[in-house]
């Protein structure tokens, strides 16, 4: 890497850790950083910021990060070859995902730390990112007083995005049932005096007298017994002209992922049978293959979408 910015660098040294502890994956993901850097380098460099501003933040150095990273890719690999076996997610339901997963704060700190990293190396999460990043005031038609719902935002970025490009937002309401992931959250967003606040709670115990003008639902319908049932709770929190973002990957087996989309049309019927219409859409495979071919080898195709109430 020519440019010797710090978190360059910082990037750089986490992937001499990886290229040392699993060469086959590095040579994976470094394609990925030089088609990405080629492409989006602005939009790369602000996301990388992002990134190491919370890892310097928390005082991560690149070989933990490194380590968490092929932990989560070691995880990924068990779960892919009980999936290719049995056409099913080894994660049965919610309960497992909760007990598991999101109740243990180490599995969920080591967990988080590598899917934020992910962003930058898994050329399919940055390209939603990108996708999610193009359309928004061109759907929104550069209104300003958005009123925003984040269920389960993760590290945050689509929040970030909104607050970045509608300065003059109402409100952000950000839920998670996952304390630890929230933590990350606040670390990426932080606060904008009373204007963003965040909950530690089930989304299905939300009070159903907020509406919200924009409704984001990053990577969440793989984590739910039956997914139909929140698109239905949300569309009662959402505003008559509102919008949904919606992104979900199919044939994706993960520790904490429970419902199996085994392809793209699946995504898109589930999104309707709860009565909501599809403004736009877009999906994004992990690998260099066309979308036949994923369907076929099962290779998750991230799939992202914007929709409204019929």
């Not at 589930?270 to 994923?294: P, R």
Request: aromatic share 14%; glycine share 4%; charged share 25%.
């Amino acid at each position: 890497m020519e440019n010797t910015t710090q978190p360059l660098l910082f990037l750089n040294d986490i992937l001499k850790e990886i290229n040392k502890k699993d060469k086959l994956h590095f040579k994976r993901i470094n394609s990925n950083i030089i088609n990405v850097k080629k492409n989006f380098p602005l939009e790369f460099e602000e996301l990388l910021d992002l990134v190491f501003n919370y890892y310097n933040f928390v005082h991560l150095s690149p070989n933990q990060i490194s380590n968490d990273y092929l932990k989560m890719i070691n995880d990924y690999r068990i779960d892919g070859l009980y999936f290719y076996k049995h056409g099913k997610y080894r994660c049965e339901n919610q309960q497992m995902a909760y007990k598991n997963v999101y109740s243990n704060s180490e599995i969920m700190s080591y967990y988080m730390n590598a899917l934020l990293i992910s962003q930058i190396l898994w050329k399919h999460h940055f390209n939603i990112y990108m996708y999610f990043q193009s359309q928004l005031k061109v759907l929104f038609n550069n209104s300003e007083k958005l009123k925003v719902l984040d269920v389960g935002p993760g590290h945050g970025f689509f929040s970030y995005l909104v607050k970045k490009n509608f300065t003059q937002y109402e409100k952000m309401d950000l839920v998670d049932i996952s304390e630890t992931s929230l933590l990350m959250t606040k670390k990426i967003i932080g606060y904008d005096e009373d204007k963003i606040k965040y909950f530690n709670k089930d989304i299905f115990l939300f009070d159903e007298t907020n509406k919200y003008d924009f409704i984001v639902l990053g990577e969440i319908l793989e984590h739910l017994d039956n997914p139909k049932e929140i698109l239905l709770k949300l569309a009662n929190l959402l505003n008559k002209d509102g919008m949904f973002w919606i992104t979900t990957p199919t044939n994706s087996p993960a520790i904490d992922h429970v419902y199996l989309f085994n392809n793209k049309e699946e995504v898109l019927e589930l999104v309707k049978s709860a009565g909501l219409e599809i403004v736009d859409s877009k999906s994004f495979i992990a690998e260099d293959v066309d979308e036949e071919t994923a369907n076929k080898k099962r290779i998750t195709n991230l799939v992202g979408l914007f929709c409204k109430k019929k």
